[in-house]
């Protein structure tokens, strides 16, 4: 077991389990730098990197009291963020081929409707999502996303920690997501990007 900060991992483990939040920043600092560069070695954008390794530091946050005893908490980490690069990888080839349908529709004429309208119609859509967002997640994505403030902003404006906004905003776009996934072709294809 490793020692992080001088801690025994194992100890660091029990404290995480019995819901202590300091154990968990402890890990959080001392891993995410390291597990979001490794994660673009996996021809992953720097954003969708973040996104990856915050989403196992929630995973791990919620699934605290279940977390086994492992040899390597270094190992189990980075295993887990390359798995969830590579169904990234594998759901942006998805994407890909959506898009070339599309496309090769489109070319046929058989999704011949004015771009406008299309576009005007899924505001609309994405609008109710958001609306439909918990308020102080679609407060913060609203910033992030409509007003484009970063994120240090944010958590200024609305005082909160910059982790916190990162939560809402991977929140936010993961629901949306799931909500406008019948849309993903024609949202990427008209250039909206969640």
């Not at 954003?47 to 190992?75: P, Y």
């Not at 080839?93 to 529709?105: D, R, T």
């Not at 994505?141 to 994120?151: D, H, I």
């Amino acid at each position: 077991m490793q020692l992080i900060k001088g801690i025994q991992e194992k100890d660091i483990i029990e404290r995480l389990r019995s819901g202590d939040r300091t154990a968990f920043e402890l890990l959080f600092q001392f891993y995410y730098p390291g597990l979001v560069i490794y994660a673009t070695q996996f021809a992953v954008d720097r954003g969708l990197a973040e996104d990856i390794v915050q989403n196992m530091f929630v995973k791990l946050w919620e699934k605290r009291q279940r977390v086994q005893l492992v040899d390597s908490l270094k190992g189990y980490f980075f295993t887990s963020v390359r798995n969830s690069c590579l169904n990234s990888l594998k759901h942006q080839k998805v994407e890909s081929k959506y898009i070339g349908q599309l496309y090769e529709m489109s070319e046929k004429n058989l999704l011949y409707q004015p771009n406008l309208y299309i576009a005007s119609e899924l505001q609309d859509i994405i609008r109710q999502a958001i609306d439909e967002l918990p308020e102080r997640c679609r407060e913060v994505f609203v910033l992030s996303r409509l007003e484009q403030l970063k994120n240090d902003e944010i958590a200024e404006k609305l005082n909160l920690s910059k982790r916190t906004v990162e939560t809402h905003i991977s929140h936010a776009l993961k629901t949306l997501r799931v909500k406008l996934k019948d849309y993903l072709p024609l949202l990427i294809l008209l250039g909206f990007r969640l």
